[in-house]
Structure formats: structure tokens, C-alpha cells
């Protein structure tokens, strides 16, 4: 699912519905998994990949959900999520 042209796609805003809940599930999967194995760098780039109109929301809910066994990358995307 995370192809090149998929993530493309995605952050151009530029694909169906249904394809999107997929690439965004495995992105986020994937993003997830990195923050466990504590790379944290490569969760920032998995996230960067989002779409811009909904990037800082997105930050924020994913900072929500890791904030208390993650608080140093949550605080991150919390703070700027754009400069991550």
C-alpha cells in the first residue's frame, strides 16, 4: 500500500475514499510501529507524508495517543508539526 505513487496520491489529496483509508491505515501502522522501536525520525517522515490541510490535526491526534508511554515525540508534534 505505501507505494511511491500511493503516498503521492495521498499527499496531493488526490485519490478515492476508499484507497485512502488504506494507504492512511498503513501509514499509520507504520508510523506506529516506528515510535515503539523508538525511531522517532522515521515516525516524522511517515507522518510529514499526510496530506497539508489536515497534517497539524492529524499530528495532534496521533501525539494524543502516545503521549504518556512517548511523551518526547509527542511533545515534538505537538509543538511544530510542520518543522518535525
Given at each position: 500500500m505505501l507505494t511511491a505513487e500511493n503516498l503521492k496520491k495521498?499527499?496531493?489529496?488526490?485519490i478515492?475514499?476508499?484507497g485512502k483509508?488504506?494507504?492512511v491505515s498503513a501509514l499509520l501502522s507504520r508510523a506506529l510501529q516506528h515510535t515503539f522501536c523508538r525511531r522517532f525520525e522515521e515516525a516524522?517522515?511517515?507522518l510529514n507524508l499526510w496530506p497539508e490541510a489536515s497534517l497539524v490535526k492529524m499530528m495532534a491526534d496521533f501525539a494524543?495517543?502516545?503521549r504518556e508511554d512517548y511523551p518526547e515525540i509527542a511533545t515534538r508534534l505537538r509543538e511544530s508539526?510542520?518543522?518535525n
Open positions: 495521498l499527499k496531493a489529496n488526490d478515492s475514499e476508499e483509508e488504506e494507504i516524522l517522515a511517515d494524543g495517543a502516545i508539526p510542520k518543522n
